[in-house]
């Protein structure tokens, strides 16, 4: 049965129409939000948590991106963001990619498209969840939190949930779950539970799941 396709969301902080036209023109297979300043932005973010943020330096109002990335990053600290600009130095880009609640990425004005996908197609994949999945292996590694079950059980669960959005963005039909549970060595209750908690998030479309994955599973 063919399901409706997964997109990531986007949320395009821009106040020029036309930009935010262009950047939807370079990111096909994603939905979108659009923000024109600062407080729409953070309303945004408030209501919904995308999976990627896309955010122009110069906003409406006067509002300037690079000082509203510590808002953002308060919100949503887990969601990679790419910030344009036809205005910032390099001293700030170097700032903007730098220390505690950065960017991932600064892309130049006027935006190559190609670019634009190519960036965004990385950042959906391996940056934000993925890098936080990774940092709590490496702590765990290092001993440095709490490695009891639970806690293992949490990480896998998250970088298995990472994994199953990563893949189910490139297909149109619903998912086999005996299939995933052989592939990633758990049980079919355990994708079940997966799936429930990405459609809950708005991180997969409702009809992913199937008549008997349509209760969260006990």
């Known amino acids: 049965m063919n399901i409706q396709q997964v997109r990531a969301h986007v949320l395009i902080i821009e106040d020029d129409p036309v930009q935010a036209r262009l950047y939807q023109q370079g990111l096909l297979n994603c939905t979108f939000d659009v923000a024109r300043n600062g407080d729409e932005a953070l309303k945004h973010l408030e209501r919904r948590t995308p999976a990627l943020i896309l955010l122009d330096h110069i906003l409406e109002s006067g509002d300037q991106g690079l000082s509203l990335l510590p808002d953002i990053k308060r919100l949503a600290a887990h969601v990679p963001v790419i910030i344009v600009s036809g205005t910032l130095a390099i001293a700030d880009q170097i700032r903007a990619l730098s220390g505690p ?118």
């Open 101 to 218: 609640g950065a960017a991932h990425y600064v892309i130049e004005k006027p935006v190559d498209l190609d670019l634009l996908e190519r960036t965004a197609k990385t950042a959906l994949e391996d940056c934000g969840l993925g890098e936080a999945v990774a940092a709590l292996r490496s702590l765990e590694r290092a001993e440095l939190i709490e490695t009891g079950e639970r806690e293992r059980l949490f990480t896998e669960r998250l970088a298995r949930q990472h994994a199953l959005v990563n893949r189910l963005r490139s297909v149109t039909s619903r998912p086999n779950i005996t299939q995933l549970a052989q592939e990633f060595g758990v049980d079919r209750r355990s994708i079940r539970r997966d799936l429930y908690d990405l459609v809950t998030r708005g991180q997969l479309p409702a009809d992913v799941i199937g008549k008997e994955e349509d209760e969260p599973p006990r």
